[in-house]
């Protein structure tokens, strides 16, 4: 540790996979500026960590932490495909690799599916409502999976009508322009993520923890967003609610 003192984390063992490289840049820089505050201070751990040492660990320092991260060579990546990296076997890309063209599309194995009804319409997937509006929201299908397209959007705005498909609950691509979207369908997460959060202070019906499949991008889709809402109750009782997803094809669309 270069002379720095443990922490109580350092005992700890990884109960999972290691995360990004950034990530784990990220928390190795945090935990040396710690070290090195609470060396600094002389105090036993508990104090320094219950009695409240805001001017110790501060703003100042995890600024200078990024600016350490970004000197290194590490840029602070989109994080849209995340679902697809920890559940390759839920979230398969397709043959477009980035998952920005019209190959890519998400094939969630338990994704109920029906034949086409007289509108052309066929069940492709449900999500979790996040609120339940006065009526389904038909849209084109968009996947929203890199800073190229988010800058796009930003520069020359979100195509009308656009059911903007995501695969991060974060958020955080997508504040931006979350605004702009007529619908969102988000393949992790729950009504009380990050992204379920924001499309409700938005008033975007939104399905979350998606399970959906054969949509590509540009797609006609329909999102049930007059389904009942899915509540905290819900997800501790297990109980199964859910708004149902569209696709509409053939001559239909």
Request: proline fraction near 0%; hydrophobic fraction near 40%.
């Given at each position: 540790m270069d002379g720095l003192s443990n922490l109580p984390i350092d005992e700890l063992r990884h109960a999972a996979p290691e995360a990004t490289p950034l990530a784990e840049a990220m928390l190795a820089l945090?935990?040396?500026?710690?070290?090195?505050?609470?060396?600094?201070?002389?105090?036993?751990?508990?104090?320094?960590?219950?009695?409240?040492?805001?001017?110790?660990?501060?703003?100042?320092?995890?600024?200078?932490?990024?600016?350490?991260?970004?000197?290194?060579?590490?840029?602070?990546?989109?994080?849209?495909?995340v679902s697809v990296g920890e559940n390759p076997a839920i979230y398969k890309p397709g043959p477009d690799a980035d998952g920005q063209g019209?190959?890519?599309?998400?094939?969630?194995p338990d994704a109920p599916t029906g034949e086409p009804d007289a509108d052309g319409k066929a069940l492709c997937g449900v999500g979790d409502n996040v609120v339940r509006h006065p009526a389904n929201v038909t849209g084109t299908a968009r996947y929203i999976r890199s800073n190229e397209r988010v800058m796009q959007y930003l520069t020359d705005g979100v195509p009308p009508g656009t059911i903007a498909v995501i695969d991060d609950s974060g958020g955080t691509l997508t504040a931006p322009i979350i605004d702009q979207f007529a619908g969102v369908i988000c393949a992790g997460g729950t009504v009380r993520s990050h992204l379920g959060i924001l499309s409700r202070e938005y008033n975007i019906p939104c399905l979350m923890n998606a399970k959906v499949t054969g949509i590509r991008d540009g797609d006609t889709v329909t999102i049930e967003a007059t389904a009942d809402a899915?509540?905290?109750?819900?997800?501790?009782?297990?109980?199964?609610?859910?708004?149902?997803?569209?696709?509409?094809?053939?001559?239909?669309a």
């Open positions: 945090v935990r040396m500026k710690v070290r090195e505050a609470r060396d600094a201070s002389g105090q036993e751990w508990s104090h320094f960590a219950m009695r409240g040492n805001d001017s110790l660990v501060d703003a100042a320092m995890m600024q200078d932490v990024e600016r350490r991260v970004l000197a290194s060579g590490y840029r602070f990546d989109w994080s849209a495909a019209d190959a890519f599309m998400f094939e969630h899915k509540t905290a109750e819900d997800y501790q009782d297990k109980v199964e609610r859910t708004g149902r997803v569209w696709r509409t094809v053939g001559d239909a």
